[in-house]
């Protein structure tokens, strides 16, 4: 039998949407020493890849609160951030809002490249909404009242 594959030897420079959010979700963890956690679950349909990013709070009956989607393509990049609302507000006026097909969401962004990616990323995670979000569980889980009630 011949083979008719051609030579595969490396992989993509380029990394995913989903690696770089995982790899931001780790970090959120270690900066926080695992009280406020983030995670990303994802799904494929229609030829698209959906991730969803959570903020978590392992401590507070498992609290998730989902500051992101993002869905892309075969390609990777253009990647679609639909993003929280308050987040959105706040930064979203820098960037052009973009259609794509079947969308209803008008609180979405488009990342055209790996590097856009991590630009509009560091912004949603920079945001007033994000570090609020961050800084009230934290300051949940710092209260002995309310551990001890938990």
């Known amino acids: 039998?011949?083979?008719?594959?051609?030579?595969?030897?490396?992989?993509?420079?380029?990394?995913?949407?989903?690696?770089?959010?995982?790899?931001?979700?780790a970090l959120l963890g270690q900066k926080t020493n695992n009280i406020v956690q983030a995670s990303v679950s994802g799904e494929s349909k229609s030829n698209l890849f959906w991730y969803h990013f959570y903020i978590v709070a392992p401590a507070l009956n498992n609290y998730h609160y989902k500051l992101m989607r993002i869905?892309?393509?075969?390609?990777?990049?253009?990647?679609?951030?639909?993003l929280d609302s308050d987040v959105y507000k706040e930064i979203g006026e820098q960037f052009k809002t973009t259609?794509?097909?079947?969308s209803t969401d008008e609180s979405h962004i488009m990342a055209g490249s790996e590097t856009e990616f991590i630009d509009i990323l560091r912004l949603v995670f920079n945001s007033k909404k994000t570090i609020q979000v961050i800084t009230f569980l934290m300051s949940q889980l710092a209260d002995p009242l309310f551990r001890s009630a938990s």
Do not use: K
Not at 99 to 102: K, M
């Open 71 to 82: 869905h892309h393509g075969i390609d990777l990049y253009p990647a679609y951030f639909h």
């Open 1 to 25: 039998m011949h083979d008719l594959w051609p030579e595969i030897t490396s992989l993509n420079a380029v990394r995913s949407p989903v690696v770089i959010l995982r790899e931001q979700a």
């Open 99 to 102: 259609d794509f097909e079947g």
